[in-house]
């Protein structure tokens, strides 16, 4: 059939991939783009990642304030008494293909956690916050739960005396953590915590817009997210600079994808024109922990990499770019460098799930319509 006569012809006004579009008002974290600078409640990230905790954060992203001592402790003691899993999510997840990608057996653990809340349907702040907590507290526990048992290990219990980031660390490998290596870890958490309405964020706030639960929100974010132009960027990162294997090579591997049409993962952004505040200070750690492993290569290639990039497409690494080679030097695999992603942003959907709750409007934005009109049905044999 010639669609062509029956369109009407409409110019492509919607802005492809809402760019620029201002979808929810927010007080939880922006991002200037042109200037580089990120905040979370009014305060500067370079601010939160040289002085605060992630732990701090996350009250700071739900209350839209600092906690005082014994909130934060309280707060500490919340999400250390939630740890551990339930035995039958345990079950669940030893029930899973060992193969299966730990993004998707994230995203299936998660939406079962609300079978064994009872209040999983209670959309009111105070019971919401404690969902938060419950979510923010398990799924750091899920994602080194699924990377022992497809390693054939079995799951190491939380240590409820450990903060969120050295206790991801502990459960991860069995042993401590160095001081030096859960601070850096703590500052990842903060860096990635939130980015204001970026995909899985806005896809978290169309989701509870419905008024349907925390957990079923959190599970279409951590769905989003897992896609290679938004959370999956950072292990293609690893794997560009793997592929690479040599300093030395980096340069003409670069211009090839280039000339290729490829995009380099870890580069570009939508949204900022300059150097991304994070990546600043991912860079700083990605070159201290590679110094204190003994190996710097990894650090040195992606700063090859980077005045490559800035030089011939004048493009500066986002947030994902220094973090593949602060988690690799760290020892941590690359299939979790995503699901890492999730532990800490799961503070800020969910931040913003919560003022989705308190000021709610049903999300539904119309669509240009592109399409044929007034066609006619022909029955299905005369087709
Ligand atoms: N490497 C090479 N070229 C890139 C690039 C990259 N990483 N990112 C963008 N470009 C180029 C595109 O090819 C396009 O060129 P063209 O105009 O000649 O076609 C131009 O820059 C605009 O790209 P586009 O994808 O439309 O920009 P965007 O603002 O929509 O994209 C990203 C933002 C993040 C999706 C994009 O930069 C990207 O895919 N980066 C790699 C994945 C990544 O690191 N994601 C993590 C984001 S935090």
Not at 128 to 140: D, E, F, G, Y
Not at 157 to 179: C, Q, T, V
Request: net charge negative; hydrophobic share 40%; aromatic share 8%.
């Amino acid at each position: 059939m010639d669609k062509g006569k029956d369109v009407v012809a409409a110019g492509a006004s919607a802005a492809a991939g809402l760019r620029g579009v201002v979808a929810a008002t927010s007080s939880i974290g922006d991002v200037d783009g042109a200037n580089g600078i990120l905040i979370y409640q009014g305060y500067d990230i370079h601010d939160l990642a040289t002085h605060s905790t992630f732990e701090e954060v996350i009250f700071l992203l739900w209350h839209g304030r600092l906690p005082k001592q014994d909130e934060l402790d309280d707060l500490h003691e919340t999400l250390r008494a939630h740890y551990e899993l339930q035995p039958e999510i345990l079950d669940l997840m030893r029930s899973f293909p060992r193969e299966a990608e730990p993004m998707d057996v994230l995203r299936t653990t998660v939406s079962a956690l609300d079978f064994f809340d009872q209040q999983a349907h209670d959309t009111s702040r105070e019971v919401s916050v404690k969902t938060a907590a419950r979510l923010v507290a398990q799924i750091p526990t899920i994602v080194t739960t699924l990377e022992r048992l497809r390693k054939g290990l079995e799951p190491v219990k939380p240590n409820s005396k450990l903060n969120i980031a050295a206790n991801f660390l502990y459960m991860l490998k069995g042993e401590m953590p160095s001081p030096a290596d859960a601070r850096v870890f703590d500052q990842c958490l903060i860096l990635h915590a939130d980015h204001e309405l970026n995909a899985s964020t806005f896809t978290a706030r169309v989701v509870a817009g419905t008024l349907a639960d925390m957990y079923g929100a959190v599970t279409a974010a951590i769905a989003a997210l897992s896609g290679p132009l938004h959370g999956g960027a950072n292990t293609n990162v690893m794997k560009t600079l793997l592929a690479i294997g040599e300093i030395d090579r980096a340069e003409t591997y670069i211009k090839n994808a280039l000339a290729e049409k490829r995009k380099i993962m870890g580069f570009g952004h939508a949204v900022y024109r300059t150097e991304d505040p994070r990546a600043t200070h991912l860079r700083q750690f990605s070159k201290e922990v590679g110094e204190r492993a003994g190996n710097t290569k990894w650090y040195e290639m992606s700063r090859r990499l980077e005045e490559v990039m800035m030089r011939e497409k004048g493009m500066f690494p986002n947030v994902d770019f220094f973090s593949a080679s602060t988690y690799y030097m760290m020892g941590i695999p690359l299939e979790l460098f995503t699901p890492i992603f999730a532990v800490s942003r799961i503070s800020g959907w969910t931040g913003h799930i919560l003022e989705q709750y308190e000021n709610n409007k049903l999300i539904r934005p119309r669509a240009e319509y592109v399409g044929a009109r007034g066609l006619k049905y022909i029955p299905l044999e005369a087709r």
